[in-house]
């Protein structure tokens, strides 16, 4: 049996959301306009464009070597990272509603990290041993 295969169906629905993410953006000028219209107009000029395609084929390769089961701590850090981000850059000002009580908020980008987090501790926090003392 493979390792971590209690995490194959997050991995499947992580793999499916980052691959839909990064590949409609190839498709619709999504990146370019993310680069251009949004990371240099903040601070990032002139490295925006190429900025957002590091971050869309990080969520594709990461996708990829999900759904292959390899590197998988390596890839939930670098997208953790991505997600941070996002909230602080462009989720946070919007609250927490992705739609209903607002919208473009922090929920789902949330729950991502989280899920993130599960797949590179499948097991929990065992080893750290928290319940030593209790």
């Not at 499916?16 to 409609?24: D, G, P, R």
């Not at 953006?25 to 999504?30: Q, S």
Request: charged letters at 10%.
């Amino acid at each position: 049996m493979c390792k971590n295969n209690n995490t194959l169906v997050l991995r499947i629905a992580i793999a499916v959301i980052f691959l839909v993410h990064s590949i409609a953006g190839m498709f619709n000028n999504g990146i370019n306009d993310f680069g251009n219209l949004f990371l240099n107009q903040i601070g990032f000029a002139p490295i925006g464009v190429p900025l957002a395609w590091c971050i869309k084929l990080t969520h594709l390769i990461g996708a990829i070597l999900l759904l292959a089961n390899k590197f998988i701590k390596p890839v939930c850090i670098l997208n953790i990272a991505i997600l941070v981000m996002g909230i602080i850059l462009v989720h946070f000002k919007e609250g927490w509603f992705v739609v209903g009580g607002g919208s473009g908020g922090v929920e789902f980008n949330f729950l991502l990290i989280f899920v993130l987090i599960h797949l590179m501790y499948p097991n929990g926090f065992s080893k750290l041993n928290f319940n030593k003392n209790l």
